[in-house]
């Protein structure tokens, strides 16, 4: 089909994440026009799917007809999960709002020379973070839920044993106020770009991690993305881009629109028609695989970028464990998924090897009574107990009617999902991974050798609070062929002092492409340590200063 017509704009943002969502806003704040074109569409409230039919359908594959929230990316080593939606990221991490350790901005000279150097400090992102918090509004558990939600004191009292460092980490959601009842509307909601829907405060249902429906997780759609919409931004959203490269002293953008006529059956992705745009500057915000992905993919036209292209990956340390079999009734799908935190100290802060955070985790209720009928035998069992039972009244004749007890025997006593509880670590792995492509497709060379001690200490604290919670403790089975599921994958185009070390500076710029920014976690040099949203957001509220000045100027450095 031919190519539509070559629009223009100031400036084009590929991705709608913790990256792109700021660098909209503060282009818009300054009176620049701008587009955003996320591949993915819009979620107001109410529209995440819960349905089995729903979510069988809510996956992204867009020539399969599947139009979703859930990118999976699957390598030999490593596992990750990644979001399609206005939003980005925010549509389904779980909240959390930390700083990097200002000391663990670190720079390293290891096997590889510089293997994670990083070109900015603490002090220089502090106004950035500040800016950011600004918007996002995170504040810590409140205290009047921390003695109501059983993972939460179990956390607390198990670090206290343990003689770790415990805290409540600050969170971007909207929390009922004192008095008020969870589930209530949001007080003083400012209007966003889902038609000014309203917004509940958080009903406490462990359903973060699967999209929000009440509205209550302060999502970038409801701040970052509004006030852009409001100030002029161009917001498009299924709109995913295929091509990038240089054109008229800017760039020029080939992207193909995911109508929602497409979705459910599949469709030829080489015959929809091409859409361009040129602009004088282009933000690559697409996350940490999907930028990495275009750049290679495109890099015969941008010979000068840096052979570091790829380098520095790494799944920010992140370890999934289990607690099960406790005695406790630690309730993991109240509250939001993740309430509380344990920090390890490195040895660059007092500590010995590498720092590390451990988070509870948690998950929607409806999975409680998936936990408990995953074996047939407690529920068949149940039956055939029941069934006898009540045989036994009828051949007696026993007038026995009320059958309350028999049916809450027939559900259980529901220990199994009672005393479970997801442990979440994450921290200062070493970034040895490779991004590359193969015979057209992402591919990911990433080892855990260089890193087994810092898993051993994460997997032997989660043993400790484990055990501290009278139960068992499991890691995630991949572990035992060197897998790792990345909730957090980061690096592919990290930030450096020259081209040696990296692709773009510590402004955003690609070294060798003036006006070419890239503003997402793949910017990244090594792992955040803590959860990486916080200091993506304020990276790219830094970066944003710099874009600025290009479209003023006009010229390069």
Not at 169 to 192: D, E, T, Y
Not at 528 to 552: C, K, Q
Request: include cysteine.
């Amino acid at each position: 089909m031919a190519d539509a017509q070559v629009e223009r704009v100031d400036a084009v943002v590929v991705g709608s994440g913790f990256g792109g969502s700021v660098v909209a806003c503060r282009l818009a704040e300054a009176g620049r026009p701008v587009c955003v074109l996320e591949r993915g569409k819009r979620y107001p409230p109410g529209s995440f799917p819960r349905r089995p039919r729903e979510m069988a359908r809510n996956y992204w594959d867009p020539g399969a007809g599947l139009q979703g929230l859930f990118d999976v990316w699957s390598f030999r080593h490593v596992e990750s999960v990644v979001a399609s939606g206005l939003g980005g990221g925010s549509l389904i991490y779980a909240n959390v709002m930390l700083r990097k350790d200002e000391h663990w901005f670190v720079r390293d000279q290891g096997p590889e020379g510089g293997y994670e150097s990083w070109p900015v400090t603490r002090a220089q992102l502090d106004e950035h973070y500040d800016r950011v918090e600004q918007v996002l509004s995170p504040a810590p558990y409140p205290k009047s839920l921390v003695e109501a939600t059983p993972k939460t004191r179990a956390m607390r009292r198990a670090a206290e044993r343990l003689g770790i460092e415990w805290s409540l980490p600050p969170l971007a959601i909207s929390f009922a106020a004192p008095g008020q009842r969870p589930g209530s509307p949001v007080p003083g909601s400012a209007p966003n770009l889902h038609d000014d829907a309203p917004r509940l405060t958080c009903s406490l249902c462990g359903e973060c991690d699967i999209g929000c429906n009440s509205g209550s997780k302060n999502t970038l759609d409801y701040n970052f993305l509004t006030t852009a919409a409001r100030a002029g931004a161009e917001l498009r959203d299924r709109c995913e881009v295929r091509e990038i490269r240089p054109a008229d002293g800017g760039f020029e953008v080939r992207y193909i629109r995911h109508e929602p006529d497409n979705e459910g059956a599949p469709i030829n992705l080489a015959a929809l028609p091409v859409h361009r745009l040129r602009c004088r500057v282009l933000v690559l915000s697409a996350g940490t695989f999907g930028t990495s992905y275009l750049l290679l993919r495109n890099q015969r036209h941008f010979p000068a970028l840096s052979p570091a292209l790829g380098s520095r990956f790494s799944s920010n340390g992140d370890l999934l464990g289990l607690t099960y079999d406790s005695p406790e009734d630690l309730q993991p799908s109240l509250g939001p998924v993740i309430t509380s935190t344990m920090r390890m100290p490195d040895a660059v802060d007092g500590g010995e090897g590498r720092g590390f955070y451990l988070q509870d985790g948690g998950y929607p209720g409806f999975a409680d009574w998936l936990l408990e009928t995953a074996t047939l035998a407690g529920p068949a069992g149940r039956a055939a107990r029941s069934a006898a039972v009540r045989a036994l009244q009828k051949l007696t004749g026993h007038p026995h009617s009320e059958i309350g007890a028999q049916v809450a025997a027939l559900i259980g006593t529901g220990q199994l999902s009672s005393g479970v509880l997801p442990m979440l670590g994450m921290g200062r792995e070493i970034p040895n991974g490779r991004l590359r492509l193969s015979r057209g497709y992402l591919e990911v060379d990433w080892r855990d050798a260089m890193s087994r001690d810092y898993f051993k200490r994460v997997e032997a604290t989660m043993a400790a609070v484990a055990g501290e919670l009278g139960g068992q403790f499991a890691v995630n089975p991949g572990r035992y062929l060197h897998r790792v599921i990345a909730a957090h994958p980061l690096g592919g185009a990290p930030m450096a002092t020259d081209c040696r070390g990296g692709v773009v500076d510590d402004h955003g710029e690609a070294f060798g492409h003036p006006g070419l920014f890239v503003a997402d976690g793949s910017v990244l040099p090594g792992p955040v340590g803590p959860n990486p949203s916080l200091t993506i957001a304020a990276l790219a509220d830094r970066f944003s200063g710099r874009i600025l000045e290009r479209l003023t100027s006009g010229g390069h450095r």
